[in-house]
């Protein structure tokens, strides 16, 4: 079971850290995405992190996003500043359990579990 948390309401330029705990050790060594889904809009992409903890990023949150985990918490987190409205959205964190290339970890397909969601609103 994934497990995320963090979002609320905020104002444009501020800040939050998104938290996807769950049980086990295995959690900490295994690859985790970000994705986010905006009313009207299909789930897209937004990071990722590898079980080495490389990591990749949509265009538009580069820069402003960084994904990271605590293997101790067994937790992956997505800190997100200077947020803007177009950040907006449920966001969901996934988990990747059957080994696959990290080419698909940038698609909805490539994950195997998920959490449901925490709503990001950003006021402009």
């Known amino acids: 079971q994934l497990q995320a948390s963090g979002g609320g309401l905020v104002q444009a330029g501020d800040s939050l850290r998104l938290s996807c705990a769950a049980s086990?050790?295995?959690?900490?060594?295994?690859?985790v995405g970000w994705f986010r889904q905006a009313p009207g809009k299909e789930r897209a992409f937004v990071a990722y992190i590898t079980w080495t903890d490389n990591t990749d990023y949509a265009d538009s949150v580069k820069g402003r996003f960084t994904i990271s985990r605590d293997r101790a918490k067994h937790t992956v987190y997505l800190q997100m500043n200077s947020l803007k409205p177009e950040d907006t959205a449920v966001y969901y964190c996934?988990?990747?359990?059957?080994?696959?290339?990290?080419?698909?970890?940038?698609?909805?397909?490539?994950?195997?579990?998920w959490g449901q969601g925490t709503l990001v609103t950003v006021s402009s």
């Open positions: 996934a988990a990747v359990v059957q080994p696959r290339h990290s080419r698909f970890y940038r698609s909805r397909n490539g994950y195997d579990y």
């Open positions: 086990g050790s295995t959690f900490s060594n295994i690859p």
